[in-house]
């Protein structure tokens, strides 16, 4: 089965912590990118890749870091400089010169 | 005080009308397109996409048509059934070329009338 995983579906934390949220591809996608959805709103682009060992910040990077030391992985930390965390937050990726971006189940963060 | 979150446009048809979704883009340069549909708690789903070199595409039960001259970009679904039922967002690629990055609208909710 191909596709595009994250975890944990629910988390929550307390004010001050850093929390990493995980996303992993078995679609051998280069490009893969992380969106931050608020209630109502579209999707904004917080930090993207479009090969490993590299990134680029997105609309709304601060207070948010990523690695992407493989192919398949794309992990997202929420710092505690990130002001209001609260979100849901979308990963996606995408073969390089295509447009067309395949999106994860998400995962739900919830600041205590 | 009680924070109030901002509301999506609405779409309410009746379950075997046609439902016509309208979203208007930014960018002149943009060329390609791009329609979702996010169902609640999950992520979005792609539904059709199209490129600037072309007026309208048909899918399954979805037609997307693209106006260059008013940047306007609709999607119309045929005979609305319930499962329909969910958030549709039109997305544009930033500055065109195929970098895949994405620009998104805020949405619209659809809601079928059973």
């Known amino acids: 089965d191909g596709g595009i995983t994250q975890s944990p579906k629910y988390l929550f934390r307390k004010e001050g912590q850093n929390v990493t949220l995980s996303c992993e591809q078995n679609?051998?996608?280069?490009?893969m990118y992380w969106y931050r959805q608020d209630p109502g709103q579209g999707l904004r682009l917080i930090y993207y890749?479009?090969?490993?060992?590299?990134?680029q910040k997105g609309d709304i990077a601060e207070g948010y870091s990523v690695s992407r030391e493989k192919k398949e992985s794309f992990p997202l930390t929420v710092t505690s400089a990130q002001k209001n965390p609260t979100a849901f937050y979308l990963c996606a990726s995408s073969m390089t010169g295509i447009n067309e971006q395949f999106f994860g189940p998400g995962t739900r963060l919830t600041v205590l | 005080g009680e924070s109030v979150g901002l509301h999506l446009p609405t779409l309410s048809v009746q379950e075997g009308d046609n439902s016509i979704i309208n979203c208007a883009y930014s960018?002149?340069?943009?060329?390609?397109f791009i329609w979702y549909k996010q169902e609640s708690g999950k992520g979005p789903q792609f539904i059709i996409d199209i490129r600037s070199n072309m007026d309208k595409r048909q899918g399954q039960r979805v037609t997307v048509l693209l106006n260059k001259t008013v940047k306007h970009l609709s999607l119309q679904i045929a005979a609305t059934q319930p499962g329909d039922s969910a958030v549709y967002f039109c997305a544009e690629n930033k500055g065109g070329g195929s970098q895949g990055n994405l620009i998104f609208g805020k949405g619209t909710k659809l809601s079928v009338k059973p």
């Open positions: 960018n002149s340069a943009s060329d390609y």
């Open positions: 679609l051998n996608h280069d490009a």
């Open positions: 890749s479009q090969i490993v060992n590299d990134f």
